[in-house]
């Protein structure tokens, strides 16, 4: 009963902090615009069966992303197992979902072996990123705190499969010795047993006693740090494949607020029609992290800044300030810095500084391609360029800031409906002259 | 060989006799006034003549499509551009749209029905692609002598909209030596002009993108190197020159090489 009790409020400060946590999220968002409207669910469910479940772009890099692909599957079947720990811990049973019968020897079965598969897999990210150095976890936008960031995560996965070996390999030994009935099967923790051996029924209940606890608190202290790191992307990935722009890459958001602008311009009478006299003035484009659209802000808190995204960047590859990852990772931290900011004095607060410049340069923003190469790459659908090209709309039309080269293609395709400086008048030279031979 | 002349039909002096082409053929800005990209169109209207389409081109009436200004940031430029182009469209009662550049293809196909702009928009090399299934485009492999062919995916036809199997197709057609680069499809290198690149000088950095993507091409020893993009191909023609092949290797973009190898 003490031990329910203790379950129970642990559960409840658990619960209660990440909340908390979440609704300070969900606070940060309605300062952001709306985007696009998240229709198509059998479309949407697809992609995210695909994307999250399939571990489509993961498999794009397909050793390493393997790797990746047992975590996330092992993660998905050792939730079973965390939410009858749960159930356990409040009605003070022991493996309740037993009762599944060969559906639960078939969990615990799978469960043990990806736990060992997931230790595997952790060591190997830990020495990739501590002993090797790899190019994509470095750029000017990993400071040593990302760094740290992401070791902490990985350690904490690691231990979390740490204690559930533990756990089962005590849970095995204390009912062997016992001469109990084990419920569920345990392969991998069978095996351990059997090198580790002997103990006494006692020492081993304890062992299993405290493995548990350790699993569980872990799980919760686990839960409530990530939405402060960039392991945030356990929780969000999955939803944000759900969210995914179901466009064509190639394809930008149309700034209906210009066109109003622009039929206006070209035909009054349709225009005053078209924009209610209460349409409040909106800034054009993105100068800071209340001017994005919902989904850019839950693209940067799903980045789990794996770099994939600055890896196949164009820009970035051959050594410009751009690195795509870093817009993600700047729009979190401005979001972080001036979301509190907001809360307290409303969304028109202004601290002095701003997403642009103080975060991302001029010079960062107009080294982009547009190629799409980030948006194609990142394995949770995150879509970068269509940020950039907001925050250029911002520079261009609020600013009339951009490099003179754009500024004189800009006054061409004004004065002459062309880029260059050409005439209209000599848009069919090209057919001059201009025969076939008759076969 | 006897040869014949061709005559460009525009749109105006079409409308002006009552006539009415099934296709427009958005020749852009590029096609227009670039000398390289010139004998490209030209190639691509020997193409619909050899195959007896029935097109025509706005001519004088054709404008920027509002791509590079869109790009860049100028969303203001970029709309009023496409209201323009979709009346003189709507003018024309235009339908189908054949494009040849791959950010024309774009806007059109995937940004102008934002702004009420709805077309069957076709981009050269599907629209050949066709022509060569249904049998009424007939490519002899030998023509090209078994050249060994590189092709480089322009952003805006590849990861932009997933077109990536009609031009390889094509090629296969055209030579048996048709090779990858490492980086290809939808792991394609931009040449480094999307976004309105091309028209503005890089920002600071290592090296130019052209030239990392021109390495990647002379890393599969090319005889030619295929595009299929404007864009694509005065990087990728610059690429060559700065690495001093433009003797041995020559860029061509996938309509000249079936006008080519049809001997128009």
């Known amino acids: 009963m003490v031990k329910q009790i203790v379950f129970a409020f642990a559960l409840l400060v658990t619960f209660a902090v990440f909340f908390y946590t979440i609704y300070r999220i969900y606070r940060f968002f309605t300062f952001t615009r709306p985007g696009f409207k998240v229709d198509q669910p059998g479309k949407r469910f697809g992609v995210m069966m695909s994307m999250a479940f399939g571990q489509k772009k993961i498999f794009r890099r397909p050793v390493i992303g393997f790797l990746h692909a047992i975590v996330f599957w092992g993660f998905c079947v050792i939730l079973l197992g965390s939410i009858e720990m749960v159930i356990d811990g409040l009605a003070g049973t022991e493996r309740v979902l037993k009762i599944l019968g060969p559906v639960y020897n078939f969990i615990t079965a799978t469960g043990d072996i990806f736990a060992l598969l997931i230790a595997i897999a952790i060591v190997v990210f830990l020495s990739r990123r501590i002993f090797f150095h790899i190019k994509r976890f470095e750029g000017i936008e990993m400071k040593k705190i990302s760094h740290i960031d992401a070791n902490i995560a990985l350690t904490m996965i690691l231990l979390l499969m740490l204690s559930l070996l533990g756990m089962n390999t005590a849970y095995t030994g204390y009912k062997a010795l016992a001469g109990e009935v084990v419920d569920g099967m345990y392969p991998v923790s069978k095996v351990i047993y059997g090198l580790v051996g002997g103990g006494n029924e006692a020492g081993m209940h304890i062992m299993y006693e405290s493995c548990w606890w350790t699993h569980i608190l872990l799980i919760f202290i686990f839960a409530n740090i990530l939405p402060y790191s960039k392991h945030f992307h356990v929780f969000l990935s999955v939803p944000n494949t759900f969210l995914s722009r179901l466009e064509p890459l190639g394809k930008l958001p149309n700034m209906d607020s210009i066109t109003r602008e622009v039929k206006l311009m070209m035909n009054p009478e349709t225009a005053f029609a078209a924009a209610p006299e209460d349409t409040p003035v909106e800034r054009f484009g993105v100068k800071d992290c209340e001017d994005v659209v919902w989904k850019n802000y839950f693209d940067s808190l799903t980045c789990t800044e794996c770099g994939r995204c600055t890896s196949v960047c164009p820009a970035n590859i051959t050594g410009k300030r751009l690195s795509p990852r870093k817009v993600m990772m700047d729009l979190r931290a401005r979001m972080k810095e001036k979301g509190p900011l907001m809360i307290k004095n409303g969304r028109d607060y202004s601290d002095g500084k701003s997403l642009l410049r103080d975060y991302i340069t001029e010079e960062e923003l107009w080294a982009c391609t547009t190629c799409n190469a980030c948006a194609r790459e990142c394995p949770v659908n995150i879509n970068h360029p269509t940020l950039i090209v907001a925050m250029r709309r911002y520079l261009v039309m609020e600013e009339a800031s951009a490099p003179g080269e754009l500024k004189a293609v800009f006054n061409n395709i004004e004065n002459n409906g062309a880029p260059w400086q050409y005439s209209a008048e000599d848009r069919l030279l090209w057919a001059n002259d201009l025969e076939i031979n008759v076969i | ?251 061509f973009d996938i309509a000249e090489l079936i006008a080519r190898s049809l001997n128009l």
Not at chain 2, 7 to 20: I, L, N, Q, S
Not at chain 2, 53 to 72: F, H, I, N
Not at chain 2, 186 to 196: K, N
Not at chain 2, 206 to 218: G, H, N, P, V
Request: charged share 30%; aromatic share 10%; net charge negative.
């Open chain 2, 1 to 251: 060989m006897e040869t014949r002349k061709i005559e460009v039909p525009v749109m105006a002096d079409m409308f002006a006799r009552g006539e009415k082409p099934e296709y427009l053929f958005w020749v852009g800005c590029a096609g227009a006034f670039d000398d390289r990209y010139k004998k490209v169109v030209r190639a691509f209207t020997k193409i619909l003549t050899y195959l007896n389409v029935s097109y025509a081109v706005l001519g004088k009436e054709e404008t920027c499509t509002g791509d590079p200004a869109r790009r860049a940031g100028n969303e203001m430029l970029y709309q009023m551009q496409a209201l323009t182009v979709i009346e003189t469209f709507k003018m024309y009662e235009v339908r189908k749209i054949i494009t040849i550049c791959p950010h024309c293809y774009n806007i059109f196909k995937n940004e102008y029905p934002d702004l009420g702009g709805n077309y069957e928009v076709i981009n050269y090399l599907v629209f050949l692609k066709q022509y060569i299934d249904d049998g009424k485009l007939k490519i002899d492999a030998g023509a090209l002598d078994n050249v060994r062919i590189t092709y480089h995916d322009p952003c805006y036809l590849g990861r932009a909209n997933d077109i990536y199997s009609e031009p390889r197709q094509i090629l296969n057609a055209l030579t048996g030596n048709m090779v990858e680069m490492e980086r290809h499809k939808s792991f394609a290198l931009c040449c480094g002009a999307g976004g309105a690149q091309m028209f503005k000088e890089a920002e600071k950095g290592e090296k130019e993108i052209f030239i990392e993507r021109t390495e990647d091409a002379l890393k599969t020893d090319p005889a030619i190197i295929a595009t299929a993009c404007p864009f694509c191909m005065t990087m990728l023609t610059d690429g060559l020159k700065y690495k001093n092949k433009e003797e041995e290797i020559k860029n």
